[in-house]
């Protein structure tokens, strides 16, 4: 995914629903996951992470929300339901 200024948190959860498909829910776990569809681990690949520009509150969401996914290897959904991230390595770069 190749960050711009307009890059936000909606991009990287399009891209994340794109290659997994539907949160599912799974045994075990009391959250639905999102996993890779047709292969056993998925790279998730930010180039230019510098690139977003703040918002008025000077905070980068696209950085805010990457730091929830490590954080917490998952994140909330409009409906405020977490969902957590399976087999999904992040890779960020900057120019």
Do not use: W
């Amino acid at each position: 995914l190749a960050c711009s200024a307009q890059t936000t948190a909606s991009n990287v959860i399009q891209k994340l629903m794109q290659c997994c498909g539907q949160p599912q829910s799974t045994g075990g776990v009391a959250h639905r996951v999102l996993r890779p569809r047709d292969a056993e681990r998925l790279v998730l690949y930010l180039k230019h992470i510098n690139l977003p520009k703040p918002d008025k509150y000077d905070t980068i969401q696209l950085i805010a929300f990457l730091q929830q996914l490590l954080t917490y290897a998952g994140f909330y959904d409009d409906n405020q339901e977490f969902i957590g991230l399976m087999n999904i390595q992040i890779v960020c770069s900057m120019n």
